[in-house]
């Protein structure tokens, strides 16, 4: 199993879902999935509480009802940070569209804020206290991986490498309109940088 306990700072740490059906979604993916749901602790019941879906007894992403009225469904995506407030500060000056936050999350699991990067996509921030991310990952009924799909690729290279040091490579033999973002040390196999 791929189980973590940890994640440096740059790497993304966590999922979760923002449904307009929270008892819906439990089902539809407990049984795609095989995951189950179940309350995070600490989390107010006044506005609809969050969750967390397991697997094998390990949290592999989170749930939650939507917050807005007339808001869609959505997944999002959290990167770790090291200082939530100094990561927010850099992502506005790299053209970041602060959305929610900075905002201690209940329990002391974390400190987050929502952006929209420069081209439009939704990505969150996380400073990592009691809750430590994804603790199954890159197995069946878990998160497995983070996709941008974008049509100005240069900004998004720009924002995300001001924001947390990422560096568009193209590995060998990957088709010229697919890029991956790495960081200095990571783990992935090295492309060549463009």
């Given at each position: 199993m791929s189980e973590r306990s940890e994640y440096t700072a740059g790497e993304f740490c966590w999922v979760d879902l923002s449904t307009t059906d929270v008892e819906a979604a439990k089902r539809f993916y407990g049984?795609?999935?095989g995951v189950e749901a179940?309350?995070?602790p600490g989390f107010p019941e006044e506005n609809g509480g969050y969750g967390y879906f397991t697997k094998?007894?390990?949290q592999v992403a989170g749930f939650g009802p939507t917050q807005e009225e007339g808001q869609p469904s959505?997944?999002?995506s959290?990167?770790?940070v090291e200082d939530t407030d100094e990561t927010t500060a850099r992502m506005k000056e790299a053209g970041g569209k602060l959305?929610?936050?900075p905002v201690d999350l209940p329990s002391g699991s974390g400190r987050i804020a929502v952006f929209q990067d420069p081209t439009g996509a939704f990505i969150a921030i996380n400073q990592e206290r009691e809750h430590k991310g994804a603790q199954l990952v890159n197995e069946p009924g878990s998160w497995t991986w983070n996709n941008l799909l974008t049509r100005d690729v240069e900004a998004a290279s720009e924002f995300y490498g001001k924001?947390?040091?990422w560096r568009p490579t193209r590995g060998e033999g990957v088709p010229g309109y697919i890029w991956n973002w790495q960081m200095e040390g990571q783990r992935w196999p090295r492309g060549s940088p463009d």
């Open positions: 049984e795609l999935l179940e309350p995070a094998d007894g390990k959505f997944w999002l959290y990167v770790k959305h929610h936050g924001a947390f040091g």
